[in-house]
């Protein structure tokens, strides 16, 4: 019923940036915190960024300084501006929200299928 989608990634040069967007969409209540994570292959998931409903947020020490996490409630969309890129962010990012279904009382995890971001000269 209720569906994330991920976009905005690329191939970008080190140094260069890109913006990744996901989209919630569905019969969606609210949505509660919202994150980002990566995969890269051959690798677990990590946390790349969190925020809460109420705008705080946390990011991995890696990415700390680089990439900034934002939301836009209105549009049940969540951002990571990615800045400064590295080889080593190379992954497919996934956004995670916690989702409060219009029929249901308790809220969801719910992820995106990914987007996949190359960083390479």
């Known amino acids: 019923q209720v569906q994330l989608v991920e976009s905005g990634g690329g191939l970008v040069q080190p140094g260069g940036s890109l913006r990744l967007s996901c989209a919630a969409s569905?019969?969606?209540?609210?949505?509660?915190?919202m994150g980002w994570y990566r995969q890269a292959p051959g690798k677990e998931r990590e946390l790349v960024a969190t925020?809460?409903?109420?705008?705080?947020?946390n990011y991995a020490d890696s990415v700390k300084g680089r990439f900034t996490i934002s939301r836009d409630n209105a549009k049940n969309t969540v951002y990571l501006q990615m800045n400064s890129l590295k080889p080593e962010d190379t992954a497919v990012y996934y956004c995670?929200?916690?989702?409060?279904?219009?029929?249901?009382?308790?809220?969801?995890?719910?992820w995106g299928q990914g987007t996949l971001v190359t960083v390479s000269s």
């Open positions: 569905g019969s969606i209540f609210s949505i509660n915190a």
């Open positions: 995670n929200a916690g989702v409060l279904v219009a029929t249901m009382l308790e809220y969801l995890e719910v």
């Open positions: 925020i809460t409903n109420g705008g705080s947020t």
